[in-house]
């Protein structure tokens, strides 16, 4: 009965068009009138205590870091960077995005935007070099979501946050299935791109490849500085994102010079903006995973899945057919949102490593950007590359699977993940 009228007055919410927000804070008060209390009191306190956590604050940090990287000319450098080594290579225009791809999600960890970045400045090159626009506009969208698995990720911090789970270890066990993603694009695109006759980038002498690398050095080193100063505890993942905004700020304004005060003020709006939906999203789902709990929907979960309880590879296996069947009708923040506190009991009653899990769900949330019809990355690539849906679907198939076969791997071989977070940590 509980999980009827959980399901049904989030659902209705939604297809009434209600925000997602507010469609879970309409599940939340459903709950309460199906426990026999109605007490708005409750919902509110529990709101402002749902904003109310210090590692929320990395979110606007990192946001804001990925806006000043933008217009600071991080991005185009580098993209410049890798077209100077692997751009004359025969497909190398796919390299390079790939190359970007799993650099800037060190850097900024938001899908949309580094697919929009990206695809801007490489799809019009590989449009006139003679590559298949859709298939390059399915690579750079696959290459986009690997942000939200790399750190430092704004779907990991969410996830911590709900789940009660320690960020830092989540962004560390991040790094190899990130990675692993961008290795899966890169035999995926080699495949499929051996026989394209496209012209290629003429060759940069070595001359020129140093200037890159010069040019981008800074820029490369943004998410070696991250990553490591998390290893060696150098700071957590909230003065991470300072440190991120900082470095990105006297980079854009002081080193590049493509920065300036004028333009501050609107990448801080936009950041706030930003920032303000994903807060009152998370605020909002806590409220809704306190009243879950409560309700014993995660134990009625629990109940279903007792079959598969034995085995955690085959629930994890279970579990992530599940998120990949909703990622198809929901978007990222929604699944995240709506998921974590329903199956992180059951993780955890089934004895499985929770940063394994979240790493996992986090991964399937992602992939679930690109899938439709709801994907957001879907919509900003045929945007950017300007085709339609069909066109870039029929063009993204080969690295769809690609992705989600390095998921598979990592439910059938848990060691993927937990081994390199051991030496990590």
């Known amino acids: 009965m509980t999980i009827a009228v959980f399901t049904l007055s989030l659902l209705g919410a939604m297809m009434l068009g209600a925000p997602i927000a507010f469609a879970l804070l ?19 306190q529990k709101l402002v205590e749902g904003a109310d956590s210090f590692p929320l604050l990395a979110i606007p940090f990192f946001i804001l870091a990925g806006e000043l990287m933008n217009a600071g000319g991080i991005s185009r450098r580098i993209v410049n960077f890798a ?17 970007a791809s799993v650099v800037m999600a060190a850097i900024s960890g938001s899908a949309a935007a580094d697919a929009a970045a990206i695809g801007a400045m490489l799809i019009p090159m590989m449009r006139q070099a003679g590559y298949d626009v859709p298939r390059s506009a399915g690579l750079i969208a696959a290459g986009g979501v690997i942000a939200p698995v790399i750190p430092p990720s704004i779907g990991l911090i969410v996830f911590g946050v709900i789940a009660n789970v320690s960020i830092g270890k989540l962004f560390l066990a991040g790094i190899v299935p990130g990675l692993m993603m961008g290795a899966s694009l890169v035999i995926a695109w080699t495949w499929v791109a051996r026989r394209d006759k496209v012209s290629v980038q003429p060759r940069q002498s070595m001359a020129a490849r140093g200037r890159a690398a010069v040019d981008g050095f800074w820029a490369l080193l943004m998410p070696l500085g991250i990553i490591g100063g998390l290893k060696f505890g ?4 909230t003065e991470a994102g300072v440190a991120a ?3 990105a700020f006297v980079l854009g304004a002081l080193v590049y010079r493509e920065l300036n005060l004028r333009q501050c003020y ?12 994903v807060v009152f999203l998370i605020a909002a789902a806590l409220v809704s995973a306190w009243l879950i709990t409560t309700s014993e929907v995660p134990a009625q979960v629990a109940a279903m899945l007792e079959p598969f309880m034995g085995n955690k590879i085959l629930l994890m296996f279970v579990i992530m057919v599940i998120v990949v069947i909703v ?16 199956l992180m009991p059951v993780v ?3 004895g499985i490593d929770p940063v394994y899990f979240g790493v996992l769900f986090i991964m399937n949330n992602a992939i679930g950007l690109i899938t439709p019809p709801v994907g957001i990355v879907l919509n900003v690539m045929c945007g950017v590359a300007k085709i339609s849906m069909k066109e870039l679907m029929r063009g993204l198939w080969p690295f769809l699977w690609a992705e989600l076969i390095v998921l598979l791997l990592l439910v059938l071989f848990p060691s993927l993940v937990l081994v390199p977070l051991k030496w990590l940590s």
Do not use: E
Request: net charge positive.
């Open 26 to 44: 309409i599940c939340a008060g459903a709950l309460m009138v199906a426990q026999g209390q109605i007490d708005t009191t409750i919902l509110s």
């Open 83 to 99: 077209l100077a080594w692997v751009g004359h290579l025969r497909g190398g225009l796919g390299l390079v995005a790939i190359f």
């Open 234 to 237: 150098v700071f957590t993942p």
């Open 245 to 247: 905004c900082v470095y």
């Open 266 to 277: 609107g990448l801080l709006v936009a950041a706030a903006k930003s920032t303000a939906v």
């Open 327 to 342: 990622g198809t009708a929901l978007d990222f923040a929604p699944t995240l949102m709506i998921l974590t506190p329903v």
């Open 348 to 350: 955890k009653q089934a």
